[in-house]
């Protein structure tokens, strides 16, 4: 009879153990759930792409290229002068810096830079006008390579020094995708 109690105890107390196990991990996912979401809430617009849709894919169409409108403080990416495939919040040139208007060329690119007398510098460069001086880019970045928020709220007014600034993951698509020599229209 004694073995039978301490067997049933036993088998009680696992069982209890088994259930505490399962309550533990279904309040572990739904914690963990919902830091994701919570984080996923949290990423700022001016980090995530411009449009809810998948960027174009510029292998299906040979004659895209970019247009920038100072105007709507828009870039586009065009598939022909009517046919816009996808359009961008951009920050080109404050009045007293103005970004160049005109028709150029993708030149050369790169990851990051940063600017020691203007005390900003930004990611993913892709370079329109004199090989490194007017660029497609990121939202700042300081010293540290900390985006700055209050510039980067700017986005969609004029604001920048003559680039044209872009959301992050924006200026990370056309950093990977936009291929050299691509015509780039500013307007």
Same mark, same amino acid.
């Given at each position: 009879m004694r073995k039978t109690k301490v067997f049933i105890a036993g088998l009680l107390a696992l069982l209890g153990l088994t259930v505490g196990i399962t309550a533990s991990t279904t309040t572990t996912q739904t914690a963990t759930a919902s830091a994701k979401t919570t984080k996923?809430?949290?990423?700022?617009?001016?980090k995530q792409p411009s449009e809810k849709k998948a960027y174009p894919n510029l292998k299906k169409h040979k004659k895209a290229f970019i247009k920038v409108s100072?105007?709507?403080?828009?870039?586009y990416i065009m598939a022909s002068k009517k046919k816009v495939l996808y359009?961008?919040?951009?920050?080109?040139?404050?009045k007293?810096?103005?970004t160049?208007?005109?028709?150029?060329?993708?030149?050369n690119r790169g990851t990051h830079f940063y600017n020691a007398s203007s005390k900003e510098g930004a990611n993913y460069w892709t370079s329109f006008k004199y090989w490194g001086t007017y660029l497609?880019?990121?939202?700042? *970045? $300081?010293?540290?390579? %900390?985006?700055? *928020? $209050?510039?980067?709220? %700017?986005?969609?007014?004029?604001?920048s020094h003559g680039c044209v600034r872009l959301r992050v993951a924006d200026?990370?698509?056309?950093?990977?995708?936009?291929?050299?020599?691509?015509?780039v229209v500013i307007h």
């Open positions: 996923a809430a949290k990423t700022p617009s001016w100072i105007a709507k403080q828009r870039v359009t961008m919040i951009c920050s080109t040139g404050k007293s810096s103005p160049p208007k005109g028709t150029f060329h993708i030149q497609f880019h990121s939202v700042p *970045v $300081n010293a540290h390579g %900390k985006y700055v *928020v $209050n510039e980067a709220k %700017k986005l969609g007014k004029r604001a200026a990370h698509w056309i950093y990977s995708h936009v291929p050299y020599k691509m015509k």
